[in-house]
C-alpha cells in the first residue's frame, strides 16, 4: 500500500504536535543554563500549523494554504535556527531569516497570479528553505566544541543538511522538466522522497535538539561535581585526581614538579567583619589572581574554605617561588568592595617540589609545613619547604 502525499503531510502534523508537547515538558524541566527548548516549541506549534494548512489544500482558499501554509513552514525552520542559535549561544541571523520568510512569502502571492503555476511555485519555496536548512547546519557545526564530540550537534545538522539536499534534488528536478509534476500534491517519486524526509527529519532533528540539550545537561552536572561553586575552580576531589596523575607523568618522563599551597590572612576576621558575603568575594577575588597567574598546563583550584592548591608541572623550585612572591605582591595592591566598603587582604603561601615517586599527600604535607610556618612568622609570606627555622641565643 503506498502512502499519498496527504498521508505523509498529516504524519508530519502529527508528529510535530506530538513533539511539541515534548519541548514543552522539557523546557519546564531544564535549568536556565540550557537555552533554546521554548523557542523549539514554539517552532513546533508553527510547523504544526503549516502542515496542518498545506494538507488542507484543495479544502481551504489558497491564501491560506499556499501563502500561509508555506510562509509557516519557512518561519518554524527559522525559529529552529534561532532555536539552535540560542542554545549554543551565538548570535541569531534574524535579518538572513526574516528575509528567507519573506522571499517565500512573496514567492507563493506571485505564483497565485494570472499565467503562474505550481512550479515557480515550487522553486520559491524550495530556494527560502535550501538557505534556511542550511543556515541550520552551518549554525549547528560552527557552534560546536572542537575538543568534544557532541553526537547531537552532529545529528541536527545532518538532518537539516540532508533536508536541504531533498530540496535542491527537489528543484533541480524540476528545472529539468519534470513533465508530471503538478504540485505538492503530485503522487511521484520524488515528491514523495521530498514529503517523506520532510516528515521525517520534523521528528529526528527535534530528536537531535533534544539530544544536544541531555549532552549539555550531563556536562553541567559534570562540571558541578568537578568545579567549585563558588569560584569555578578545580574542587578538592578533581584537583586530586588530575593532580595525582600528573605526578605520575612527571615520574615516568623524570619531570619537575612543584606544588604550592595558598591561605587567605585572617579570613575569620573578615567573615567576623564585614559578613560571609564580603568572606565570599574575597574567595573568588584571590581565584581571579590565579586564573591571571597560573599558565593552562598547570593545575590549581579550591582545597577547602579559603585555602587554595597549585600543581606545576616542569617547574623548578625557584620558579615556584618566584610566581609566589609576584602573586603575594599582586594580591595587596588588590580592594574587594562591599556595601561601599574597600576590603584588602593578603595571603601566605608554602611551596615545595617533588622528588621521584613521592605521593601527592606528601607532597602537600611539605607545602602545608611551609604554609603553617609563614603564618607563624607573620603571615604575608612565601616560605619554602624544607624551612629554615632561626634560633634566637
Known sequence: MELDPRTFIFTTTLAAFVMMIVFSVQARSFPESIKGFKTWGFALLVATLASALIAAR??????????LGNGFLGLSISLMVAAISIFLDRPVPWKL????????????IYSLAPGQGQQIRTMFASTGNIVLLSVAAWVALSGRNVLKFQFGVYFVSICAGTSALVCFARLMTLLAGDEGYAGLLTESPMQRIYLATYSLNVLLVSIGFSIMGHEKLVESYQDLASHDELTGLYNRRRFTEAAEQEIQRAQRYER?????????????AINDTYGHQAG????????????????ETDLFGRYG?????????????????ALSERMRGALIQRTVTFENKEITY?????????QPGMPLDQLVGQ???ALYHAKNSGRNRVEIFPVVVEVVS
Not at 58 to 67: A, E, K, M, N, T
Not at 256 to 268: A, E, T, V
Not at 282 to 294: G, R, S
Open 367 to 369: 607545602a602545608d609545613k
Open 58 to 67: 484543495g479544502f481551504i482558499p489558497d491564501l491560506l494554504s499556499v501563502v
Open 280 to 295: 565570599d568575594k574575597v574567595i573568588k577575588d584571590i581565584a581571579e589572581v590565579m586564573c591571571q597567574n597560573f599558565r
Open 256 to 268: 619537575d614538579i612543584s606544588l604550592i599551597l595558598i591561605d587567605i590572612d585572617n579570613f575569620k
Open 305 to 321: 574554605g579559603e585555602e587554595f592548591i597549585a600543581l606545576l608541572p616542569e617547574t623548578q623550585l625557584p620558579d615556584a617561588a
Open 346 to 354: 593578603t595571603a601566605s603561601f608554602g611551596v615545595t617540589h617533588g
Open 97 to 108: 531569516l526574516l528575509i528567507c520568510v519573506v522571499f517565500i512569502m512573496l514567492g507563493m
